[in-house]
């Protein structure tokens, strides 16, 4: 392929992404009545967003002075709902905290059409914060309530929000089945408008998919509604873009007659910005045909308005193109010299010098000007275009130094480009692994055992010599491993005498010793509270089967860390894991807990789905984990607060998310939460003392499963804690 050619594609591309960028229309806030035109990202707003941000503004008063009288029924998760609504484009921060107010009331009120609206509000925070797999997550928490209530006439905005998220992920097969699901529901209430908006949104997914039959069939049908209803800019829009599509296919007819239906729209409403848009991309399409000088003609023609509406950006890219195709003209006599046949009815004759080193010097100007309005506004693409065209030029001109010193400035700007990716690339990853490890303090909440009290029945004391007798095994197990790594010790003592070493064995023993602890007060502590359950007077046969079970399973549970501890050289295997019903394991954490809530006067909300949702798990190790999760957040959290723990799963994984009002994590102990061997370490909130081991415990078992636990913290208001774990983990 000849430089020529190459040149020319290269511009096309530069310019394809011009037509990609130019109109941009976003649909949430159409669906909402707002409508924004963004124009090559130079205009910021036009007049109808101001228009409805004062709108908003009135509103929100009126909505805080109804919240301040309102009481918590669903009228105030309604009040809610808007205020997060209208606090989107105005303050993204106070918006996300009444969606999540929200949230919290409407699963109080446990009224299932509350926590799909507040799951909606809180999808669209994320999604406008560009974090899509979050928004998705909440938007398919809506979906899934709508379709449970069989909610039509709403679970359409869902739909919507849902395609809109799949494609900016660029999964354009589900971004096309929910967008074809909305159209449905729009067709049967006969809602036209928004019929016209979705059947453009389908359109633009197979433009991407490069299923340009599909495409230019629902550009029409919405074109068809529009000149319906007399929307004659979106007409003009949609023919627009079938315009493009034509121009894709490099069928430049048929791409010149959309494009110049959409400028004679333009021209009658007298949209100057839009008028130069058309008037690019039409001398675009004649530099395709190599009809330079119609093509110069109308990108002058662009050129004139975009210079005096100050449009900086769609003026660079006009002037590189005039300059191009000075070069593309010189470059084809000096190689093909071809004779033109007309082009059609739309082909004139602009006034362009006969010359070589006149059609070069303009092409040097246009050229150069760009360059330094593209290099003054950071457009990077532009940028290097120039310079390599401008190479051309000049090598054409016959001055190769000038040419060799643009040459080497373009692979200069070339292998920047490749350093900046290359740095943002470790950026992220960087960033990633920031998100993936960040720490919260680990302790645990510790709670000395209460003394055993007076036995009043014969049957309640064989229940409490049991428990005891069970403490008494534990502590000699505990004893011997004391024991039995002091001899470890001793030998490590023969093979190295240097003195850091020793102290690093001792502090790696008292370390051990204290996940030895940590992890076995939570069962004593249970069976000594199901004790004192039993001897608060008469109990049936089934409630004291119930409680023996209890006993025996934290028994196990305890049994299960001493093996683990004394046998660590088997620490590298994988957890035996059997299927079990990860809801039934949660309410059992939930219950083993009972004797510390009560003892803070919390209370525990748990929201759990009602049917069974069975993994693969080592039952005894996920306790742990969770256990270790739910009593942080009993111990960091003051009295009669209220600590929520809530289970949702999707197709692969299951999603475990654990939630208090508490003290919160400062920033600077988050780096080092996870840590074994950590000196972050804080008390509770009655004073509790600090192992600092609970957090470290926690993520060996759930990266053990193949999952991930990470957290988000507010100091001083909140910490919540995500388990996600795989369904069918090997």
């Known amino acids: 392929m000849s430089t020529f050619l190459i040149?020319?594609?290269m511009f096309r591309f530069l310019i394809h992404k011009i037509r990609?960028?130019?109109?941009?229309?976003?649909?949430?806030?159409?669906?909402?009545?707002?409508?924004?035109?963004?124009?090559l990202l130079v205009l910021s707003s036009i007049s109808d967003e101001v228009h409805a941000q004062n709108t908003g503004h009135f509103h929100i008063d009126s909505l805080l002075q109804e919240l301040q009288k309102a009481k918590d029924d669903t009228n105030k998760i309604k009040i809610l709902d808007y205020l997060s609504y209208y606090y989107e484009d105005i303050n993204q921060g106070q918006g996300l905290k009444y969606g999540q107010q929200e949230l919290q009331l409407a699963t109080k009120l446990n009224w299932q059409k509350g926590i799909a609206m507040s799951d909606n509000s809180l999808g669209d925070y994320y999604e406008s914060k560009s974090d899509y797999p979050k928004a998705l997550e909440y938007y398919q928490d809506a979906l899934r309530v709508y379709e449970v209530a069989g909610a039509q006439k709403v679970i359409v905005n869902t739909y919507v929000r849902l395609a809109r998220v799949y494609q900016q992920l660029s999964d354009y097969s589900k971004a096309l089945e929910y967008y074809l699901k909305s159209a449905k529901i729009y067709e049967d209430t006969g809602d036209k408008s928004k019929l016209a908006i979705t059947y453009g949104d389908?359109?633009?997914?197979?433009?991407?998919?490069?299923?340009?039959?599909?495409?230019?069939?629902?550009?029409?049908?919405?074109?068809?509604?529009?000149?319906?209803?007399?929307?004659k800019f979106n007409v003009a829009v949609n023919e627009s873009n079938i315009g493009n599509i034509y121009f894709n296919k490099s069928d430049f007819p048929p791409a010149l007659d959309y494009h110049f239906k959409s400028l004679k729209i333009y021209e009658e409403s007298g949209q100057a910005n839009n008028i130069a848009y058309e008037y690019q991309i039409i001398g675009n399409i004649y530099m395709e045909m190599e009809y330079y000088?119609?093509?110069?003609?109308?990108?002058?023609?662009?050129?004139?308005?975009?210079?005096?509406?100050?449009?900086?950006?769609?003026?660079?890219?006009?002037?590189?193109?005039?300059?191009?195709?000075?070069?593309?003209?010189?470059?084809?006599?000096?190689?093909t010299i071809k004779n033109k046949k007309s082009a059609g009815k739309y082909m004139s004759e602009g006034s362009i010098p006969e010359s070589k080193a006149d059609r070069l010097q303009l092409a040097e100007y246009n050229l150069e000007h760009s360059l330094s309005i593209a290099s003054k506004m950071h457009i990077t693409q532009l940028v290097e275009f120039c310079y390599e065209t401008l190479s051309e030029a000049y090598n054409l001109d016959g001055n190769f130094d000038k040419a060799n010193e643009y040459d080497n400035n373009y692979h200069a700007a070339i292998d920047s480009v490749y350093a900046k990716e290359y740095k943002e690339k470790i950026a992220d990853l960087e960033l990633k692994n920031q998100y993936d490890q960040k720490h919260l303090e680990d302790s645990l909440k510790t709670k000395n055992q209460q003394k055993i009290a007076a036995i009043k029945l014969n049957r309640q004391r064989s229940y409490l010599l049991v428990a005891v007798c069970f403490s008494l095994f534990v502590m000699v197990f505990i004893i011997l491993i004391y024991f039995n790594y002091r001899r470890i010790r001793g030998l490590h003592k023969k093979v190295s005498i240097q003195k850091t070493e020793l102290e690093k064995s001792n502090q790696d023993k008292e370390r051990i010793l204290q996940i030895v602890a940590h992890d076995l007060r939570s069962p004593v502590g249970s069976i000594s509270y199901i004790c004192d359950l039993m001897m608060m007077g008469d109990r049936t046969e089934k409630e004291v089967l119930e409680s023996m079970k209890m006993i025996k399973n934290a028994s196990l549970g305890s049994l299960e860390l001493i093996n683990e501890l004394v046998g660590q050289i088997d620490n590298g295997k994988s957890p035996n894991k059997k299927s079990a019903d990860i809801g039934s394991i949660i309410m059992e954490c939930v219950a083993m807990l009972g004797f510390k809530v009560k003892e803070k006067q919390q209370s525990i909300i748990t929201n759990i789905p009602g049917d069974p949702i069975f993994i693969l798990v080592n039952r005894e190790k996920i306790m742990r984990a969770i256990n270790n999760l739910l009593g942080n957040a009993v111990k960091f959290s003051h009295e009669k607060q209220v600590i929520e723990i809530t289970l949702a799963h999707d197709a692969a994984n299951v999603i475990i998310t654990i939630k208090d009002n508490g003290i919160g994590i400062p920033e600077n102990m988050k780096q080092e939460v996870f840590d074994i061997f950590t000196d972050s370490k804080r008390y509770g909130t009655?004073?509790?003392?600090?192992?600092g081991l609970g957090l470290y415990i926690s993520r060996q078992i759930i990266e053990a499963h193949g999952g991930t636990i990470t957290f988000e913290s507010k100091e001083g208001e909140e910490t919540v804690f995500y388990i996600r774990l795989p369904k069918n983990a090997a």
């Open 7 to 9: 040149r020319l594609h």
């Open 20 to 39: 990609q960028n130019y109109f941009l229309f976003v649909r949430s806030e159409q669906m909402k009545g707002r409508f924004f035109l963004v124009l």
């Open 202 to 231: 389908i359109g633009g997914i197979y433009n991407e998919r490069s299923d340009y039959p599909n495409a230019i069939e629902y550009y029409q049908k919405a074109i068809k509604i529009y000149l319906g209803t007399g929307d």
């Open 293 to 335: 000088p119609t093509a110069i003609q109308y990108e002058q023609m662009s050129l004139k308005i975009a210079e005096e509406s100050e449009n900086r950006v769609l003026e660079a890219y006009v002037l590189a193109a005039i300059g191009n195709a000075y070069v593309s003209m010189v470059q084809d006599n000096i190689q």
């Open 686 to 691: 009655l004073g509790e003392k600090p192992f």
